[in-house]
């Protein structure tokens, strides 16, 4: 019976920390926006090899510009070049990253401004050096002010003033520290600190999760127009959804799900053939006692039966003992672990049903030796 | 004119041991009438034990036919024979055979839970009747390791006469027991045949064959001697002159 604990313990927690980690990844994707779009340059794709240089700078503030013009169904579109480096603070320095953005970004990337401002029209024309910080630049570089509004950080030898404070987001799904930043005007960036005239990548928001497919099909043909791509020449950028990669997630996280519940199921039926075997030793040690209910009119059926049953009982009693255990671990997991768990009722009926099934099955063999015995030989037996 | 309760004619039974054929019942004709204690006796591989399992419907006879109470047994299927056992037969083993870890009362009620029609009130209302038939009344909830030797076998006596069978078959009843035991349990048997109860008694005592009033010898398989038991020893006279039993 030991065994069957063990199985269907196994069995619930496993799926409960595969669907809790499902559920945690799509609920951080989801505060990060699901109808976020991203546009990229195709040679990125290749995990960042370079296919000669104009491949990666094939993007620019004017498919940002025919993208708001042509595409119906993005409620916002912004730019994004990104600098990496060392920002300075007096005596302190922090590596982080510049982002340069149009005042859009915000809402597409769900960030929110604590205090302070955004940036001006007029200063993205003129390049101001203007930016706002996330709550990581605040702590490493000002030693947790509270607002450095007004005070100046300098990245890559560029002065850049604060105007605004961003709220914290804390880790995203995939352990990056999202308030490890500094955001500028694009033109800003590209200009003063990277010295180029393309831009890295688009990001835009779709008016409704609904519109996803449809927001990037308009976002793919604007392109393909911007781009001057005739009809059959393959795309030279990729387009990316949130809900895509989601989705992407929650199928790995299945496949997890599913791997985790199958090594499980295994110790289940390692469970099975120890009542089975438990059972057929039953048998043998109550052959004399089979011998003498056969005798005084037992038939058959009912030897079988009674068999049949124990094994079922033996076989539930474990079950809901594995299924209770099951439940209390995942408690533990959740609480002392901090692993996110979801349990799924569907697991515990599931584990129920294979239980009885276990009973069932690995019974019958025992209890149907049980019942063909010859009462004289089952009397005589030692 | 008394009924017949057993009826056998012409009884043969084969074993296959492998190439062998072992023929244990070669033509036996046998009748017992209702009230008789007989004894079966005969040394080992007479067939004397497997006389017995044939009448207790354990084994289906080779060839020839039985009749229990007028039933022919032969062309019975294995459910209606279980029907049969339960109705009809009551065992006693050597080795008594009381399930463990049960109390006497619910081992008396064991042929009665597989008779239907029995309800469970009246179920352990005669299994009560039966142990205070056989004197066990004041140990009836005592499981078989807490008793001895001649109460377990009063306890399966019991359980034998719940359903109130045609006829006790007995297997060498009184095999596991001392002398004083022993003439207990043939006075209870004694007593029980006194009151009507048909027994059938398998033993390879001569001693203990004189309780009974029939003796019946079995030889390689045939019946070569049978006759009324003469001088019957009287159980209960005999455990008096027992001597007195030292009390340690």
């Not at chain 1, 996110?340 to 294979?354: D, K, N, Q, W, Y």
């Not at chain 2, 591989?45 to 080779?62: A, E, F, I, R, Y």
Request: hydrophobic letters at 40%.
């Amino acid at each position: 019976m030991l065994g069957i604990i063990i199985g269907v313990a196994s069995v619930i927690v496993m799926l409960a920390i595969g669907q809790g980690s499902k559920k945690s990844i799509r609920d951080q994707m989801s505060s990060m926006g699901t109808n976020l779009i991203m546009v990229m340059p195709a040679s990125q794709q290749r995990g960042g090899i370079m296919l000669g240089n104009s491949s990666a700078q094939n993007m620019t503030l004017s498919d940002v510009v025919a993208i708001e013009k042509d595409c119906p169904d993005v409620s916002a579109v912004s730019p994004e070049v990104r600098s990496s480096g060392q920002a300075v603070v007096g005596n302190s320095n922090w590596p982080t990253s510049v982002y340069g953005v149009n005042n859009k970004y915000f809402s597409i990337r769900k960030y929110t401004i604590k205090s302070g401002r955004s940036f001006s029209d007029k200063e993205i024309q003129t390049y101001a050096k203007v930016c706002l910080v996330g709550q990581t630049i605040i702590e490493k570089l000002f030693e947790g002010k509270t607002d450095p509004i007004g005070q100046t950080v300098r990245f890559k030898g560029i002065p850049l003033l604060i105007i605004g404070v961003l709220s914290e987001k804390g880790e995203n799904g995939m352990g990056q520290d999202q308030d490890d930043l500094i955001i500028a005007p694009y033109t800003t960036v590209q200009k003063r600190i990277l010295a180029i005239t393309y831009i890295q990548s688009i990001y835009a928001s779709a008016i409704s999760e609904e519109k996803n497919n449809d927001a990037i099909d308009q976002m793919t043909t604007s392109l393909r127009n911007s781009h001057k791509l005739k009809d059959g020449v393959v795309d030279d950028f990729q387009v990316r959804s949130q809900a895509e990669m989601v989705q992407t997630f929650s199928s790995i996280s299945d496949v997890l799900t599913i791997l985790l519940g199958a090594i499980a199921g295994i110790s289940l039926l390692v469970g099975g053939i120890g009542i089975m075997n438990i059972m057929y030793v039953s048998v043998t040690e109550r052959t004399r006692e089979i011998g003498l209910r056969l005798s005084v009119g037992g038939r058959a059926n009912d030897i079988m039966l009674q068999f049949l049953i124990e094994s079922i009982l033996l076989s539930v009693f474990g079950g809901i003992i594995g299924i209770s255990f099951g439940i209390l671990m995942t408690y533990v997991a959740a609480n002392v672990m901090n692993w996110p768990t979801v349990i799924m009722p569907a697991a515990v009926v599931m584990s129920f049903l294979v239980c009885s099934a276990i009973g069932i099955f690995f019974g019958w063999y025992p209890a149907r030796k049980a019942a063909n015995l010859n009462p004289i030989d089952a009397l005589r037996y030692e | 004119m008394k009924k017949t309760i057993i009826e056998v004619k012409d009884l043969k039974k084969d074993f296959h041991v492998g190439d062998i054929t072992v023929h244990a019942l070669r033509g036996i004709n046998l009748e017992i009438k209702e009230g008789e204690f007989v004894a079966i006796m005969g040394t080992s591989g007479s067939g004397k034990s497997t006389m017995l399992n044939v009448l207790g419907c354990l084994d289906k006879p080779t060839s020839g036919s039985y009749l229990l109470d007028g039933v022919s047994m032969g062309e019975l299927s294995r459910n209606e024979l279980a029907a049969l056992r339960n109705n009809k037969l009551g065992f006693v083993f050597q080795s008594y055979n009381l399930l463990p870890r049960t109390s006497a009362l619910e081992n008396v009620e064991l042929p009665l839970f597989y008779n239907s029609k029995v309800k469970p009130k009246e179920r352990r209302e005669r299994a009560i009747a039966a142990l205070e038939a056989v004197g066990l009344a004041d140990r009836m909830h005592h499981m078989p390791n807490q008793m001895s030797g001649g109460q377990q076998q009063r306890a399966a006596i019991a359980r034998s006469l719940v359903n109130d069978p045609v006829v006790i078959l007995a297997d060498e009843a009184t095999g596991n027991l001392d002398t004083r035991t022993s003439y207990e349990i043939m006075a209870l048997l004694q007593d029980l045949n006194s009151k009507g109860k048909t027994i059938v008694f398998v033993t390879h005592e001569p001693d203990i064959a004189k309780f009974m009033t029939r003796e019946v010898v079995f030889r390689d398989g045939h019946i070569i001697r049978e006759g009324i038991v003469t001088d019957r020893y009287n159980a209960v006279e005999l455990l008096k002159a027992l001597p007195e039993e030292e009390v340690v």
